[in-house]
């Protein structure tokens, strides 16, 4: 069986992270017209969606549930949804602000921490590389749409958490009662076995750290327009 850091582990984080850096850095600084970023984002976009579609086939195929075409996880989902809103709404759209941070939450914990590699023998078997694979795309992704200004971060938008996640609390329940997918969005089964880690003990603490992340946005906007304006007169 793999091990989580073992040498599989340790050169698909060092290749993907090398390559995808300088992949990052050409983009930035190739890609300056809005016409020729939009494109950029369709792209991107698109490569999630097929990514995390070709990781579910991989995933209902290995399960024999064909529920599981339907993303189960925070991950998967946020990660095509995120492909979606790149791949075909514009610049800053509510889409965005509803999964950038889950996405990125998810993302991060899982590519630090994968332990669905614990259960083959090869990085290489499809559902797992499949995996990694569209967690990396999506954790990507997440980094350009910040470092290219592609959204940007106000209360205005927050509202979208709240009917994003009965969205996605529907397709869960769906999945648990009608797919037979117990583990789906961890509505009964804990992210975590053997902790409190369950969607409903989560979310809460979700929202305040994103309110937090939102005041810190906002308070530094404030501090700079201060900045300028004391400039501006002087």
Known sequence: MLKIYGIEHILYLVIVITTLSILMVLLKFTIKLDKSQRLMFMILGIIDIISV???????????????????????????????????????????????????????????????FITKSDSLFYFPTITSLWHHTVTLFNLIAIFLFKYISLNYKKAWVQIPGTIIYIGIGFFLVFVGNVHEAFYLYVPAVKGTFLYFHYMYPMYLAVYALILFGVELYRKKHKEKDGVISEA
Request: hydrophobic share 55%; glycine share 8%; charged share 10%.
């Open 53 to 115: 579609l070709i990781n579910r086939i991989a995933l209902s195929i290995e399960s024999n549930n064909y529920f599981m075409l339907i993303p189960d996880s925070f991950c998967g989902m946020s990660g095509l949804v995120l492909g979606i809103g790149l791949a075909f709404f514009k610049k800053n759209n509510i889409v965005l602000h509803a999964v950038w941070f889950i996405a990125f939450l998810g993302m991060v914990i899982t590519l630090v921490y994968p332990d």
